[in-house]
C-alpha cells in the first residue's frame, strides 16, 4: 500500500480500478514551410468554424451533465476562438513566416499557455487548460490525425490522464466514472470546477507521482484531502467504504440546510456567505441558499477582453449581480491585477515576485484613470442592490483614504450628471497582508468593514508560497501566527463597532468554524457549493466557553488534523 499527495480538485471518496488515458497537448505537430499562406490562412478558418461547432455541441451536453453556469465553461472557449489576440497570433506566424497553420497553432498555444502559466490570480492561472483544450480542437479540425487529445474518455473506473480537459469531463459517463486524478492542474481550472458541480471526486496535480499509478490497479481517492492510495489492503478498504457510505448520507442531508438559518445552538447567527468570479456564478450561489456575497472578483472583466472593458460593460455586470442578489449584500472585490503581461492595454513588465509587486489598490490607486471608471461603474449598479465596495492588498492607512477620496469624486461625477448613487454603500478592505492586521485598529476608522482574506495572508505570515508544492506543507491556514493575526484584526474591528468577515479558502475549513465564531467573526464567504455543509457546521456547533477554545487555538494546542467529512 502506497499514499501519494495530490490537490483536492472535488470532494469524494471512490474505491475503484484505475483507467490510465493519455491525453493533454497534441505531439507531433507537422512543421513545413507553406507554399501559399493565404490557403493556410483558409484552412484555419474553416477549422475555426468546424471547431465552434464543436464547442457548441459540447455546451448542449455539458447542460444535461451539469449547473448552466459552468456550461458557459464551452461559451467561453467559442469566444476564445473568436479572440483576435490569439488568432491574430495564429494568423501572423502564417504570413509572417509562411508556417503551416497546424504548427502555428501549436506555438500560439504555447505561448498563452506560458503566459496563463505566469500569473499571480489562481483562477485566471488554472486557465492553461483552457488554451490547451480550445487549441486542440483546432489541430483536430485542421488534421483529425491530431486526434489523441480529443478521444473519449473510456468509463466505469477511476480515470487518470496527465492534462483533464473540460472536453473531456463531460464526454465521460457521469453514470459510470468514480473519480477522476490528473499529473497537472489546480482547483480552481475549469475542469476541476465542473466535476464539482457534477459531484464527481477529483485529485489533480500529483506532479511525477503520477506516474507510479498503473493502469489495472486497486485504487482509493479522497477527493477531500487529495490522497490517493494505491492498492490499498483489507482493513483500509473497509474505512474508506464506511467513510464513503457516510459521505453519501451526509450530502443527502446536507440539502435540507438550503433555506435554514445558519445559528449556532446557543442562538449565535452568522452570515453565510458565496464566493463568485463571474455573473454566471449568481445562479449556484441563489441555489446553495447563501446570505449574500461575500466576495465578487471582477478581474474576469479585464482578462476576457483584448481591450479595457468600458464602464458600461463593467456597469451592466455588476448590475446583473445585484439585481439578481435583491436585498443580500454583494461585496465587490476591486480590480487585484497589474504586474501580469496578459493584456497589452496595461503596459506593464512581468514582476520578479508578483505575489508582493505592482497589483490591487497600489495599481488602481497609480492608474487612477482606470479605477474611476471601474468606481463610477460600480456607483451607477449601486441603485440596483445593496453594494459593497472592498479594496485588496491594503498596507496603509494613505492607501484606504485616497482610495475613498477617489469614490467620492467618482460620486460627485455621476450626481453631477444626474446619475444618482446609492447612500448606502459600504466601503471595507480586504486584510491580507501582515501591516494591515497590525495596523487594523489605524485602518478601521476609515472603514465599515473589514474582510480578511486568508489565502495571501497566510502565505505573507509564514512565507510561504501558497502554490510551491514543494512547501505545501508549510502553508497552514491553522498556524497559530495567523490565527493570532486574524484575532487582532477582529478585536480592532469589534472596537471600532464595524463588522468582520472571512472570505479565504479556510472559511470553509470546519475545524475552524469554532475559532473563527468564537473570536466574533460574524460573516463567512466560501464557495457556493460549500455553503450548506458550512451551515450545517455552524448549526452544529455551541459555544459555551470561547475564551478556553480561543487560548487553545491560539497556543496551537488544539486537534486541528481533520480531514473532512
Known amino acids: ?32 514551410e ?81 503566459l496563463f502559466s505566469k500569473l499571480d490570480d489562481a483562477y485566471m492561472r488554472a486557465r492553461c487548460t483552457d488554451v490547451v483544450d480550445v487549441s486542440n480542437h483546432l489541430l483536430y ?8 487529445a480529443l478521444r473519449p474518455l ?88 464506511q467513510r464513503l457510505q457516510e459521505t453519501r448520507a451526509r450530502r443527502k442531508e446536507s440539502r435540507q440546510f438550503r433555506k435554514g438559518p445558519s445559528v449556532t445552538k446557543d442562538g449565535r447567527r452568522i452570515a453565510v456567505c458565496a464566493n463568485i468570479s463571474n455573473p454566471s456564478d449568481v445562479e449556484s450561489v441563489l441555489r446553495s441558499g447563501a446570505d449574500g456575497i461575500g466576495l465578487f472578483r471582477t478581474e474576469y472583466l479585464y482578462m476576457s477582453s483584448s481591450a479595457e472593458p468600458s464602464e458600461e460593460q463593467q456597469f451592466q455586470a455588476y448590475k446583473s449581480v445585484l439585481e439578481r442578489m435583491e436585498a443580500r449584500r454583494v461585496v465587490v472585490r476591486t480590480l487585484d491585477l497589474g504586474e501580469e503581461p496578459v493584456r497589452p492595454y496595461f503596459n506593464l513588465e512581468p514582476g520578479s515576485n508578483p505575489a508582493m509587486g505592482y497589483r490591487a489598490i497600489r495599481f488602481s490607486l497609480d492608474r487612477s484613470d482606470l479605477f474611476l471608471t471601474q468606481l463610477r461603474a460600480l456607483l451607477r449598479a449601486s441603485v440596483y442592490g445593496r453594494l459593497a465596495i472592498m479594496f485588496p492588498i491594503v498596507t496603509s492607512q494613505e492607501e484606504i483614504v485616497l482610495a475613498r477620496h477617489l469614490v467620492e469624486r467618482a460620486r460627485e461625477e455621476l450626481t453631477g450628471k444626474g446619475i444618482p448613487v446609492s447612500d448606502k454603500i459600504e466601503i ?17 476608522p476609515h472603514a465599515d468593514f ?55 479558502e479556510s472559511a470553509s475549513d470546519p475545524a475552524l468554524t469554532n475559532f473563527y465564531l468564537s473570536i466574533g467573526v460574524e460573516q463567512l464567504s466560501v464557495a457556493p457549493a460549500a455553503v450548506l ?22 497556543a496551537g494546542r488544539t486537534d486541528l488534523t481533520g480531514k473532512g467529512p
Open 154 to 241: 473510456q468509463s466505469g473506473a477511476v480515470i487518470a490522464v496527465s492534462d483533464l480537459m473540460p472536453s473531456h469531463v463531460v464526454q465521460a459517463d457521469r453514470r459510470h466514472t468514480l473519480a477522476f486524478l490528473s499529473r497537472t492542474g489546480t482547483r480552481d481550472a475549469h475542469a476541476s470546477i465542473l466535476l464539482r458541480d457534477a459531484e464527481i471526486p477529483a485529485v489533480v496535480g500529483l506532479g511525477d507521482d503520477f506516474l507510479q499509478i498503473e493502469n489495472g490497479c486497486d485504487v482509493i481517492v479522497d477527493g477531500f484531502t487529495g490522497e490517493v492510495i494505491l492498492q490499498p489492503d483489507e482493513a483500509t478498504c473497509a474505512e474508506y467504504w
Open 141 to 148: 479540425c485542421l488534421d483529425p490525425s491530431l486526434n489523441a
Open 450 to 504: 473589514f474582510s480578511i482574506g486568508t489565502n495571501d495572508l497566510t502565505q505573507y505570515i509564514l512565507a510561504a508560497d501558497r502554490k510551491n508544492p514543494y512547501i505545501s506543507h508549510i502553508y497552514n491556514p491553522r498556524h497559530p501566527a495567523v490565527l493570532r493575526m486574524i484575532k487582532l484584526t477582529v478585536d480592532n474591528a469589534r472596537s471600532a463597532g464595524i463588522w468582520t468577515a472571512v472570505c479565504g
Open 533 to 554: 455543509e458550512l451551515r450545517r457546521t455552524i448549526q452544529s456547533v455551541s459555544l459555551e466557553n470561547p475564551a478556553q477554545l480561543i487560548e487553545q487555538f491560539l
Open 34 to 114: 507553406a507554399a501559399d499562406p493565404q490557403a493556410e490562412l483558409s484552412r484555419l478558418d474553416e477549422a475555426c468554424r468546424r471547431a465552434k461547432e464543436q464547442l457548441e455541441d459540447f455546451y448542449r451536453r455539458s447542460l444535461q451533465l451539469v449547473a448552466e453556469k459552468n456550461s458557459m465553461i464551452f461559451q467561453i472557449h467559442i469566444a476564445m476562438l473568436q479572440d483576435e489576440e490569439y488568432l491574430g497570433e495564429i494568423r501572423a506566424e502564417i504570413t509572417d513566416h509562411r508556417t503551416n497553420a497546424e504548427y502555428a497553432v501549436s506555438l500560439a498555444a504555447k505561448k498563452f499557455y506560458d
Open 428 to 444: 471595507g478592505v480586504l486584510i491580507e497582508t501582515p501591516s494591515a492586521a497590525v495596523i487594523s485598529d489605524l485602518l478601521a
Open 1 to 32: 500500500m502506497k499514499v501519494l499527495q495530490g490537490i483536492p480538485a472535488s470532494g469524494g471518496i471512490a474505491i475503484g480500478s484505475v483507467s490510465r488515458q493519455e491525453l493533454g497537448f497534441a505531439e507531433k505537430i507537422p512543421h513545413y
